[in-house]
C-alpha cells in the first residue's frame, strides 16, 4: 500500500534531507562538522559517486550513437531502486501520471481491465459505456498488437501505457476473439474513464454483498454511500441483516483509505500501526467510535490476490474479531510505501515501513490465513459441487436400517433423494446468490449462520 505525499509541498523523510546534505558536502568539498573528529568515521555511501561519473562519461563520448541523457539518469536511478525490495520504484513523470490517475479513480484510456493469461494479454472485464463496449470488446479477447506494437508477452505495465493517454486521442487494437480466425481491429477514442472502487447489491434476504476492487481515493465515500443506501433500501422489513464485505482479488492502495474502510466497523481499539528501521514505531491508527456502523454480522472474503490495503481491512477486522475471514490465505505484501515526488516530475515509490495487525502480527510474506480456508472451485467441479446435496444422512445410505418408531412412514425410495427435488433447509436464502461462485456462496452461508445465532434471521 502507498502514502501519498501532499502535491505541493512534498514531505521529504528526514533521511533523505540528511542524504542531500551530504550530497552538497561531496560536490563541494567545504562542509565540516566540528564534531567530526568525536565521531567514529564510516565509508561514505557517496565515494562510488566518481565511478559513475566516469562511466556516464565514457558512455557519452564514446558509445556508438548520441545517447539520451534523461533515458541514461533515469535508467541509472531505476538500477539503484532495483537492488532494494520489488515494491520499491522508480517512476518516470509519465509512470508517476498513471499512478497519480488510478490512485484518483479516474484516467484516459478505453475503458477495460486486463490480465495475462497463458504468455496473452487478455480482456477480463469491460467497462459498461466505455469506448471499448462500444466497440463491442468482450471479456475473453486476446491482444494481437496495440499501435502496431506486438502484444504476445508485452508486460501489462507497458500495454497500461500505450492504452492509457490524453481523451480524444487514438489507439489502435487487434485483438483475436477464441477460434475465429479473423482478427477484430479497432481505432478507439480515449476517454475520461472513471472507476468505481465499490459494487454492491442487497439480496432478499436483507444481506449486503459489497464488492471493493481497489483502496483509491474515492473508495471510503463509495462505501459509505453504498451501505447508507442498504440501510435505506431494507428499513420497511426490518434493517440490514449482515454485510459480506469482497476483497477478493484487491490489489490494495491507499493506507488512508484501509484504516477508514476498518473504522467503519471498529468503535475501538487499534487498525494497524507501521514501524520503520530497527523497529522503530512510526504511527499507530485506531478506531474512533463516532460513525461506526451497527455491529451487523460482518464476513470477509479474501484470496491470493488480497493484498496490502486489503490485508491490513481482513487482518484488523479479523484480530479484534468483528469478522469471519473465508477464503484462501492472502497474498502476504506487509509493507508501506511512500510517495516521493522529484523535481522534474518523476517519482521515488519508497519502502520505508512494515505494518502490524492490532495483536502485533507481521503478515509479511506470511500473508492473512482464513478462519475458514474455501477453495475456490471452477468448470466441472464447481457445476458438481452445486449439484450434489448439502448433507447427508444414514437415511441416504442404501439398505439403511428403518427406525421402528417410523413404521408408517413412507419406504426409504420415496422420500427426497439425490435425483429427486428437495426443500431447502432455509427457506429464506437467496437460492440465486452467487450460483457461479463457490467461495462467495460458502462465505454467504456462513454469514447466514451467524446471522441466525444472532437472531436476526
Given amino acids: 500500500m502507498v502514502t501519498k505525499h501532499n502535491k505541493c509541498r512534498p514531505r521529504f523523510p528526514r533521511f533523505v534531507g540528511i542524504a542531500l546534505l551530504a550530497a552538497v558536502a561531496f ?36 558509445y556508438v550513437e548520441e545517447p539520451n541523457q534523461d533515458e541514461l539518469v533515469y535508467g541509472a536511478i531505476r538500477g539503484m531502486v532495483s537492488t532494494l525490495d520489488p515494491h520499491s520504484a522508480f517512476m518516470d513523470p509519465e509512470e508517476y501520471r498513471i499512478l497519480t490517475s488510478d490512485t484518483e479513480g479516474r484516467f484516459g484510456g478505453i475503458g477495460v481491465e486486463i490480465d495475462v493469461r497463458d504468455g496473452w494479454l487478455t480482456v477480463v472485464a469491460v467497462f459498461e459505456g466505455g469506448p471499448a463496449a462500444r466497440a463491442g470488446i468482450l471479456p475473453g479477447d486476446q491482444f494481437l498488437t496495440i499501435d502496431n506494437y506486438r502484444a504476445r508477452d508485452m508486460p501489462i505495465e507497458q500495454a497500461v501505457r500505450r492504452m492509457r493517454g490524453e481523451p480524444g486521442t487514438i489507439v489502435r487494437l487487434r485483438l483475436r476473439r477464441g477460434a475465429e480466425a479473423r482478427a477484430i481491429e479497432v481505432a478507439l477514442t480515449r476517454e475520461i474513464i472513471r472507476v468505481e472502487a465499490i459494487d ?10 459489497v464488492r471493493m476492487k481497489a483502496f ?7 462505501l459509505r454511500r ?55 514505531l512510526l504511527n499507530e491508527a485506531r478506531a474512533q467510535a463516532a460513525g461506526t456502523r451497527p455491529r451487523w454480522p460482518l464476513v470477509v472474503l479474501v484470496n491470493g490476490y488480497s493484498a496490502s490495503a486489503a490485508e491490513i481491512v481482513a487482518g484488523a477486522l479479523q484480530d479484534q474479531r468483528r469478522a469471519v475471514v473465508v477464503g484462501t490465505r492472502s497474498f502476504g505484501k506487509g509493507s508501506v510505501q511512500n510517495i516521493i515526488e522529484l523535481a522534474d516530475g518523476s517519482a521515488l515509490k519508497l519502502t520505508v515501513a512494515r ?12 500473508g492473512i490465513v482464513p478462519d475458514m480456508v474455501v477453495e475456490q472451485l471452477e468448470g466441472a467441479a464447481l457445476e458438481a459441487a452445486m449439484q450434489r446435496r448439502e448433507d447427508v444422512s444414514e437415511a441416504d445410505l442404501d439398505r439403511h436400517l428403518a427406525n421402528p418408531a417410523q413404521r408408517g412412514a413412507p419406504p426409504a425410495a420415496a422420500r427426497p433423494g439425490r435425483d429427486q427435488p428437495r426443500t431447502t433447509a432455509d427457506p429464506a436464502a437467496d437460492t440465486t446468490a452467487f450460483r457461479d461462485d463457490f467461495q462467495a456462496r460458502m462465505a454467504y452461508q456462513v454469514l447466514r449462520a451467524m446471522a441466525r445465532s444472532r437472531g436476526t434471521l
Avoid: C, K, M, W
Fill in 216 to 222: 483509491q481515493e474515492t473508495t471510503t465515500r463509495e
Fill in 226 to 280: 453504498a451501505l447508507d443506501a442498504a440501510v435505506q433500501a431494507t428499513h420497511s422489513r426490518g434493517g440490514v441483516r449482515g454485510v459480506l464485505l469482497d476483497l477478493r482479488d484487491n490489489p490494495g492502495g491507499l493506507l488512508d483509505e484501509a484504516v477508514l474502510v476498518a473504522d467503519e466497523f471498529l468503535d475501538r481499539g487499534v487498525i494497524v500501526s507501521t514501524r520503520g528501521r530497527g523497529g522503530q
Fill in 27 to 62: 560536490a563541494g568539498g567545504a562542509l565540516v562538522s566540528p564534531l567530526a573528529s568525536a565521531v567514529p568515521r564510516r565509508a561514505s555511501p557517496y565515494r562510488n559517486l566518481g565511478i559513475f561519473a566516469r562511466a556516464l562519461a565514457h558512455i557519452e563520448a564514446s
Fill in 200 to 209: 454492491s447489491r442487497v439480496l432478499g434476504d436483507r444481506i449486503v454483498y
Fill in 355 to 366: 505494518y502490524f495487525t492490532p495483536s502485533g502480527r507481521s503478515i509479511q510474506a506470511e
